[in-house]
């Protein structure tokens, strides 16, 4: 009998390490939906660069005073520096727009695109343009993304990535959420719970939201937001969208 008491002990310790490792490196990821501006380019010429960009739904680019500019180098620079700047006039979520008189054949270029012709450190979409770039060739933008990591009753942790100059502290980033799904009414700051403005300078990294009011609640949508700048008043200008992520509270 007692042989068979040992045996069932450790067996069951056994059993029970087993499936207490297996809850302990299992990660299972969020299910989310993730938005961004999108940006890509063709080489049309040797003198000629087209873009085409897709921005967040509800975006009414015109309105909000997106941009593109181009950059002899591969740096984004000052916008007072750039060699063209263009306002989007399009009202709707997507368009193009083309930049001409370029030496590609002897020059590299880098284009900009931004969420507000006032404010230079806006710009949340890259695209380089290699010198020799051959017509025909594809360019595929660098863009800003954020998604959800990880969320507890009353917190969550954002992971982020904008294009490799962007500065975030410097150029007063930040993230939002809302409830509910992505809509127009979200560049009005409508329905937002909390927003934590990004307090370091890597272009890409994670970002702690703590002490959610009302906590996050179960079955409720919810719509996290990276943005750009600030207003007159000092706080998160929610013109500046530049990418989202949606999720349920399970």
Known sequence: ????????????????????????TYNMAIPQTQLSIKLKGQVESGTMVSLDFNALPGSNPKALGYFVAIWQGNQIQDLSE???TQNITTETQSGSATFEN?????????????????NGVSICATIEV????????????????INLQSQSSNSLIAGFKTPEYNTPADNKNWIA??????????????????????????????????DIPGGLIRFEKYT????MGLNKDGKPDFSNLVSATQFDIA
């Open 1 to 24: 009998m007692q042989d068979i008491t040992l045996n069932f002990t450790r067996n069951t310790a056994c059993i029970l390490n087993s499936l207490f490792t297996h809850q302990k």
């Open 82 to 84: 750039a060699l063209q």
């Open 102 to 118: 370029l030496e590609l054949a002897n020059l590299d270029y880098i284009i900009g695109f931004g969420v507000d012709n006032k």
């Open 130 to 145: 290699p010198q020799g770039s051959e017509i025909g060739q594809q360019l595929e933008g660098d863009l800003s993304t």
């Open 177 to 210: 959420l809302f409830k509910g799904g992505l809509t127009a009414n979200m560049y009005k700051g409508k329905n937002v719970v909390k927003t934590t403005m990004i307090s370091n300078n890597t272009n890409k990294g994670a970002v702690a939201m703590n």
């Open 224 to 227: 996290l937001i990276y943005g």
